[in-house]
């Protein structure tokens, strides 16, 4: 016929099924990564090209500085109109990575004659790297089950509102690449976890480096990842692969971080940072435990092991007793002097390690900020969540969440157990400070991708589209084959079928297409409810204003901007 002559001279279009597959995944993941984009560009389409809130504008002004004048005289910047009049020094006070992100592109783009300026960069960054979030969350995913929980996960946060209010178009603050950089870093430390290899370990280091230059929540990271190794030790499943990793990653990374004037020494003279000392040197002792096991006999080990314990044992007791005398000293009055001032509590620590934050104890201690730092629990963003923030900014998300957490802890491995650690600390933060939904959400998709994949696929196995005289067949075949007839009627009677091929109990099919069908109408749901809460609540920058009319018109009020615009052309400098 005329359509197999076509098929025929168009025969070298023909696609095997694995390049089928690779090609339909990949266009489901440029559609997922083009509506990331697309949907967080709301208050464009509404208003124009525009700077969203207070600190956009001020990282707005210092990425223009930094396009103009170069890198080296914006890292001696002394801004002296911000924090009026004590000033600023920029480079020393700021994260400089969302700064340098948009500059690269800027000049990138200039070096290929395409003519932008600075500040289109800066409104169109957050939801590009939105875009790269979907293909990091899909690669991530596809780690931990496969690429069909990974498709759903990429689909699942390209529109997840908990991740739009901080990445929509125009809003230009460190957490619009903060995420990208995080998700990357998870990949790779997964990828190093599950290889061993020193070469993702490094890679995620500087994924490490660049979150840390991005955004101050790189602390979550520095304490998830040595928790994850931890509970590995608990667990009996630490091995010379972590071993590697981490010891490569906290390296690197530690290294790395302290080139960035902002955090300087911190990640070696902070209590934030302390839990990954802590966990390196465990890694040590643990190297070191498992080398000696491995060349001395058990009993001479085990001689060794207890005479070291007590001599470690001896040690702490002697420090214990030293730092009380000294502390017991330390608060007697020796002149008259010290009447005047209040005996300390607790004697100081010899060294220079810093205590916790206000923001760090307010996260274990919720009613810590309340009663000793006001000013922390007074901000909005620090407040706890509500019910309600849940499902507004997660919909569908806090169902499905539990069944891909069961799925996890159902099939264990390594890397699963991370994202169990992830998820069940992201909860916990999230539940105190209602800015932390925006770590939550990320988990919150993969696992749910999870748990929506393992559901379909659960079902859809259990569609049979056969005839039932076929489907018949096949099952009387496999289970009376001709072999086990003749060898058990020798016997006196049939062999029953192998154990492992027995197949499971089946669901009507009926009921899987009701259940598929049920799960499709809430993935649709969820993505109305989405789209709708990303238009309404999210897309509004503060500086212009809009309402409805009368009519159901919108109307848009610009006063701040013609105020500002007068105040400029008016005014002296």
Known sequence: SAGNAAMTKLGFLRLSYEKQDTLLKLLILSMAAVLSFST??????RFESVIHEFDPYFNYRTTRFLAEEGFYKFHNWFDDRAWYPLGRIIGGT??????????????????????????????????LFSSFTT?????????????????????????????????????????????????????LWVKAVKTGSIFWAAACALA????????????????LIPLHVLVLMLTGRFSHRIYVAYCTVYCLGTILSMQISFVGFQPVLSSEHMAALGVFGLCQIHGAVDYLRSKLSAQHFEVLFRSVISLAGAALLAAGAAL????????????????????RSTPRPAGKISPWTGRFYSLLDPSYAKNNIPIIASVSEHQPTTWSSYYFDLQLLVFMFPVGLYYCFSHLSDARIFIIMYGVTSMYFSAVMVRLMLVLAPVMCILSGIGVSQVLSTYMR???????????????DSTYPIKNEVSGGARGGRTRP??????????LPQVASGMILVMAFFLITYTFHSTWVTSEAYSSPSIVLSARGGDGSRIIFDDFREAYYWLRHNTPE
């Open 40 to 45: 967080r560009l709301f208050s464009v389409l």
């Open 498 to 507: 192998p154990a492992d091929t027995v197949t499971p109990p089946r669901a």
């Open 324 to 343: 009380m005398l000294t502390g017991r000293s330390r608060r007697r009055p020796r002149d008259l002097k010290h009447l005047g001032r209040p005996p």
């Open 135 to 187: 293909v990091v969350t899909y690669h991530l995913t596809k780690e931990l089950k496969d690429a069909g929980a990974g498709l759903l996960a990429a689909a699942m946060i390209a529109v997840v509102p908990g991740y739009i209010s901080r990445s929509v178009a125009g809003s230009y603050d460190n957490e619009g690449i903060a995420i990208f950089c995080m998700l990357l870093t998870y990949y």
């Open 208 to 223: 490490y480096f660049y979150m840390v230059s991005s955004w101050g929540g790189y602390v979550f990271l520095i304490n």
């Open 94 to 127: 700021i994260y400089p990575g969302l700064m340098l992100t948009s500059a690269a592109i800027y000049h990138a783009l200039h070096f290929f004659h395409v003519t932008i300026d600075i500040r289109n960069v800066c409104v169109f960054l957050a939801p």
């Open 462 to 476: 259990n569609l049979d589209v056969s005839r039932p005289e076929k489907r018949g067949k096949k099952q009387q």
